[in-house]
């Protein structure tokens, strides 16, 4: 590209194209983050309940923290592999959103492991009663909501509203490792299909140029 | 019959140039955005992309920083509130051009 002047209508041109280019660039590098999470969610929670159904064990759950360190790994060689683009005010936020919601469930673990081992140290006789599939559950369809409000996309915060809905109901009635398969839904409505829609956007409009 | 005469604002000289403009319009919509992205954006060459950078920069329109990713050099470059304001009121000029009916 030349420094050359131009004309009132080529001027307009060239804005238009340079944003649509780098918008597109930047919204194909925002969806692979979020199907990765997605999937690795999905999956891990397929699997969870396979296992805990077939040995009756709850002790699978820790594939969670395995599948933590699993996403960690593949989002750095991902970000090392991947045409390089900057952040948007919308993808730094979604980001953050994400981020806060690893925080959140992370040291909400912590906090029912200190408060187990608080109840067993001075043997106080109770028990830890939470339930960490429905505080989860509704945290991570409100991150979702978010996200697809942030993106202006009312068709991922419809499917939201309503699989965080059903998801709850199916937290508070059903007990067992049945309940885990709501993240599953949660995984898949909330960051897969997020994330397909992002890529399919920039896929159509590079095709269309 | 008094005819009316229309005035033209006149555009901004820095931005009415190819390559300067298409680097303001990369970096109205992000944070910022590091050389290789730029250059990557715009198919420019990496000379003239620093020489534009550079008249950008000293017109107050964009920021400049020099730092390092790992052992590499990065040139990170961000718009500027004064850059922003000329960017709005040069594309508020060209709409005004185009409004005019031609002949």
């Known amino acids: 590209m030349e420094s050359k002047n131009l004309t009132t209508e080529s001027s307009l041109k060239i804005i238009a194209e340079t944003m649509e280019r780098s918008r597109m660039t930047i919204a194909k590098n925002m969806g692979k983050p979020l199907i990765l999470w997605g999937s690795l969610v999905a999956l891990t929670s397929v699997v969870v309940y396979f296992l805990w159904s077939k040995t009756g064990n709850p002790g699978w759950n820790l594939l969670w923290f395995f599948m933590s360190i699993i996403g960690f790994v593949c989002t750095m060689l991902m970000d090392r592999n991947k045409e390089k683009a900057p952040d948007t005010e919308v993808s730094r936020i979604i980001g953050k959103i994400w981020m806060w919601f690893g925080i959140f469930v992370a040291g909400f673990y912590a906090l029912i492991w200190l408060a187990y081992l608080i109840i067993r140290y001075f043997d106080l006789g109770t028990s830890v009663s939470a339930d960490l599939t429905l505080i989860i559950a509704l945290a991570m369809g409100l991150c979702g909501v978010i996200t697809g409000a942030v993106m202006r996309m009312k068709s991922v915060i419809v499917s939201l509203i309503v699989a965080t809905a059903v998801s709850v109901v199916v937290a508070l009635v059903v007990a067992g490792p049945t309940k885990i398969l709501v993240f599953a839904v949660l995984g898949v409505l909330g960051l897969v299909v997020p994330g397909l829609i992002l890529q399919g956007k920039a896929r159509n409009s590079q095709l269309a140029a | ?103």
């Open chain 2, 1 to 103: 019959m008094e005819e009316k005469q229309i005035t033209f604002k006149p555009l901004d000289p820095l931005l009415h140039s190819e390559l300067r403009l298409a680097v303001m319009s990369i970096l109205i919509g992000v944070v910022e955005a590091d050389f290789v992205y730029i250059k990557s954006q715009t198919g420019a060459t990496a000379g003239n992309l620093s020489v534009q950078l550079d008249k950008l920069s000293a017109a107050g329109y964009i920021e400049v920083e020099k730092t390092f990713k790992g052992k590499k050099t990065c040139t990170l470059c961000r718009i500027t509130g004064k850059g922003r304001d000329a960017f709005a009121e040069y594309v508020e000029t060209l709409k005004q051009y185009l409004q005019i009916p031609k002949g």
